[in-house]
């Protein structure tokens, strides 16, 4: 584990030291609160917002272990003002110091705090979507699994999963197995190695939790993207075929390497 986050910062720093990052867009108004003792959320208000819409529920990404505010700060400001909507980014707490499931409950409980504070949020009532990175992708599916569960699917608008961690590669279906290459063939890539990954997902039962995609079908809509050249590709990939039959919406979309 200390050799994963040893090789992410060192793959931060070079990052930094040979791309020029554009500054934080401060036009979109961002506030940190404390809803919980250890739980800290950003609020972000795109300028000129009036009309209120459905609260953004932003979970980022780093294997369930990695990831905190400040690492996404620019992407939510980005899609804040761009999609004119207030976001609420969770800094929920990490494994292995916290396990499971302590960073979903964490997640699950931002959701319901969003709901009940849309009047000081100004966005509308008892209307959300989840959106996620990553592990971020695979909380926002998560959550929305769990509210509906709740009984509370009528809140749910939609989910925004960013190249999601889906299927453990464990119980992929028999029939996907074959399509599910992405950990071999692109397993020194990136930072997320196939290494990494398996380490990650010692961390979240509720990756792929019980090995069949029947239960997406309680989803209004789900909007997913990818990228190639990752070890998650095929994980985000195979949610599409493996949902064909399933009468939900589904609209997901790759970027070249």
Known sequence: MDDIFRQSEENGALLVSKLAFPAPDLTVKSIDKEIAPGLKVRIYTPPQYTSPKPVCIFYHGGGWAMGDLEGEDGQCRTISKAANVVIVSVD??????HKYPVPFDDCVFAYHWALRNA????????????????AGGNLAISVGLKIIDLGMGETLKGVVAIVPVTIDPEVVPESLKSKYTSYEEHD????????????????NPLVYPTGTFTNLAVFRGIWS?????????????KTEP????????????????
Request: hydrophobic residues 30%; positive net charge.
């Open 188 to 203: 020194e890539h990136t930072v997320n190695t196939g290494k990494g990954m398996k380490t990650f997902y010692g961390w």
């Open 225 to 237: 993207r990818w990228k190639r050249s990752l070890c998650l590709t095929t994980s985000s990939q």
């Open 92 to 97: 929920y707490r990490l494994a292995p110091q």
């Open 119 to 134: 009047l000081i949020l100004n966005t509308t009532p008892n209307q959300a979507f989840t959106f996620g990175t990553s």
């Open 242 to 257: 493996a949902s064909k039959s399933i009468p939900f919406s589904l609209q997901s979309r790759h970027f070249a390497r």
